[in-house]
């Protein structure tokens, strides 16, 4: 037993779901570190801590497996102790504790300072901005905003996440200095709803503010605005996005539907009529924005008629960009209470049927590109190639950009300028220009 007890502790942080757990579990590897502790992400470890996503069923399957996968190896002795933190367990801390007892603690998504205590570490507030990354060294989320005060039918994240809470401009700006002083050249901006950012501080919508402040940071090179609500959404941010070369051009406004009647239903606070003016001025204001969007389809009460609606207007607003996702049935939520009355199969052959429309759009615009040159930043090595992106696309969900290896060396997070020689749907082919 004696040799056991002087085994070093080696605690294994495993994130699930979204950008904003890959922050949150950034924020909890880098308090860990500085009380000393070793602290990996997905590698071995002896403690396992599981920061799990709650938002839909796919992911709250993932989400249980995992747990059970490492429940599994302490009841084998491969590790000693789990814990489970993040939104899966700040919505279902009671049924989880009677259905997988043999975890050791769970925790929610407010109760850092608690999970740290339980591995041994205290909370030390003076750590603004401190963080292991475990993003490419190149890019880093900057989370700008807790929670969401939107009132979304169909959306739990205010059960897990809370009310809407931004974080004062200082205090993110320390932040960017630090990862610029680690590496990093490209912020990714990231909250529940970027266009509710200061409302509660400074009694204002203060987006554009924020990023007056950002562009001054040394080193940054690309700063990118991740999930902005489109109702109400502060319009000075594109006057600053035109006259700030380092703001991309670039916006990720989750739009969900266009059918007025589900629009309605969906409590989005908005109109077909609306929406549709809103990307016209957006284009009008940063004539070459990409725009990404998601939906939804298989909403409850969702005819035929209203999937038309929306598949026409997704060939009319030609999106450079386009995730498209089926509805998932949450309980707790407002559309709870409505019968989820799409078929499975019917969903899921919108979904398709959507994405087939994007891909066309896709592969059509990446026509266009053949022949210009763009300035683009190497994220990795993967096989016979070097892959990149510009400023037009987000890391894991856009459009690469393919350089030939043996052509040229590369270093990676570093920019470079690439002239586009061929494009399929989703990715570009392109050679250096020097």
Not at 19 to 47: C, P, R, T, W
Not at 185 to 192: C, D, F, S
Not at 328 to 353: F, G, I, M, W
Request: proline residues 3%; contains cysteine; hydrophobic residues 35%.
């Amino acid at each position: 037993m004696r040799t056991k007890s002087l085994k070093k502790n080696k605690i294994n942080v495993v994130t699930l779901g979204c950008s904003k757990n890959v922050y949150d579990s950034e924020v909890l590897m880098g308090q860990l570190k500085a009380s000393g502790k070793d602290v990996v992400h997905e590698k071995e470890g002896n403690i396992v801590v599981i920061n799990t996503c709650g938002f839909i069923n796919n992911a709250k399957a993932e989400s249980v497996n995992t747990i059970l996968e490492y429940v599994q190896k302490k009841e084998e002795g491969e590790v000693d102790k789990v814990f489970v933190t993040g939104c899966l367990s700040e919505r279902y801390k009671p049924d989880l504790v009677k259905e997988i007892p043999n975890v050791d603690e769970y925790f929610g998504t407010t109760e850092l300072p608690h999970l740290l205590k339980a591995l041994g570490s205290d909370y030390k507030h003076e750590l603004i901005g401190e963080r292991l990354t475990t993003t490419p060294k190149n890019y880093a989320y900057l989370k700008i905003a807790e929670g969401c005060d939107r009132p979304c039918s169909f959306c739990a994240i205010p059960l897990m996440r809370g009310k809407h809470k931004s974080t004062p401009i200082e205090d993110l700006v320390i932040e960017a200095e630090k990862l610029a002083a680690n590496g990093v050249k490209e912020l990714i901006l990231i909250a529940q709803d970027l266009t509710y950012y200061g409302l509660d501080l400074y009694k204002k919508r203060n987006l554009a503010e924020l990023l007056e402040a950002l562009v001054k940071v040394e080193g940054i090179e690309w700063i990118r605005l991740h999930y902005a609500f489109p109702t109400g959404f502060p319009m000075d941010v594109l006057e600053v996005m035109n006259r700030e070369p380092k703001i991309c051009n670039y916006l990720d406004i989750p739009l969900q539907h266009i059918s007025d009647r589900i629009l309605k239903s969906m409590r989005r606070g908005t109109t077909k009529e609306k929406t549709t003016q809103l990307l016209k001025d957006f284009r009008a204001a940063v004539p070459n924005m990409t725009i990404r969007t998601t939906l939804i389809v298989g909403y409850p009460g969702e005819t035929e008629e209203d999937f038309q609606i929306l598949k026409e207007w997704v060939k009319d607003m030609r999106f450079e960009r386009l995730g498209c996702f089926t509805y998932s049935h949450e309980e707790n939520t407002h559309a709870y209470t409505l019968e989820d009355d799409v078929p499975e199969e019917v969903k899921q052959d919108r979904a398709n049927e959507i994405m087939e429309i994007q891909s066309q759009i896709s592969w059509e615009l990446n026509q266009e590109k053949i022949g210009q040159t763009f300035k683009v930043v190497v994220d990795r090595k993967e096989g016979n190639y070097f892959v990149g992106r510009t400023e037009f696309d987000s890391p894991d969900v856009d459009n690469e950009v393919l350089i030939d290896a043996s052509k040229t060396y590369l270093k990676t997070g570093e920019f470079t300028t690439v002239k586009i020689i061929d494009a399929a749907d989703f990715d570009l082919f392109g050679e250096v220009v020097n």
